[in-house]
């Protein structure tokens, strides 16, 4: 079993769709879930940072953590073609595959 | 300069070829990271440093050699690389390894082929 599950992708929604990704992980001393965003041809750049189980919520991000089912999702409403990129889900130093997620006009 | 800066972001060598990537952070950070990624696979850790000090190596080959002379900087070496290590190569630096401080902050990367 992989330590961080996440759908690859591609993902693709029309401009103003609620978009949620998820990821799943096996190892439930993980602390800390990141976001990170990564444009093509870009490194990553943090997006969501949460600690343990909760809602964290930034502009048209939502970060949830549910440790109990080891499983964190990221919800993006309104979503704006400029959303358009890799999104990689983070334990700590562990990361996701990364789903591509395409919003068109 | 700003956030976490790599040099160079294009790099194409032989396999008999030797050469270095450099990674300098620009954010007051005590740990450095170098991290492989290639495509449909997650991020790949390679070496950890905190506080100059490696604390982690993932089982790399011994042809990547890293080298952190201070807390800003971090230089990845390369020798007698195999065409499989075509990747993009990640530097990502954190307040500390662990703990609250552990959000990372990664440069561009640089694209390395080769031949």
């Known amino acids: 079993q992989k330590e961080v599950e996440q759908d690859p992708g591609p993902l693709s929604v029309p401009e103003g769709a609620i978009v949620s990704l998820n990821c799943t992980y096996s190892n439930s001393a993980f602390q800390y879930f990141m976001w990170y965003r990564q444009y093509s041809r870009k490194g990553p750049e943090l997006l969501m940072y949460?600690?343990?189980?909760g809602n964290k919520e930034d502009g048209r991000f939502t970060a949830q953590v549910d440790k109990s089912s080891k499983y964190i999702s990221l919800f993006i409403r309104d979503s704006q073609p400029s959303d358009s990129a890799t999104y990689l889900c983070?334990?700590?130093?562990?990361f996701g595959t990364g789903t591509r997620l395409q919003v068109f006009p | 300069e700003t956030g976490v800066t790599q040099t160079p972001r294009h790099l194409v060598m032989g396999m008999t070829n030797k050469k270095s990537l450099k990674c300098e952070q620009h954010l007051g950070h005590n740990a450095m990271y170098w991290y492989k990624q290639s495509a449909k696979k997650p991020l790949e850790l390679m070496f950890v440093?905190?506080?100059?000090?490696?604390?982690e190596n993932n089982s790399v080959p011994s042809r990547f050699s890293p080298e952190c002379p201070n807390s800003s900087h971090l230089f990845l070496h390369l020798h007698t690389l195999q065409p499989e290590d075509s990747a993009l190569y990640l530097c990502a630096s954190s307040q500390d390894v662990g703990g609250p401080g552990i959000e990372q902050f990664f440069g561009p990367g640089t694209r390395l082929t080769v031949l």
């Open positions: 983070a334990m700590e130093l562990i």
């Open positions: 949460t600690y343990s189980s």
């Open positions: 440093y905190s506080l100059e000090e490696r604390v």
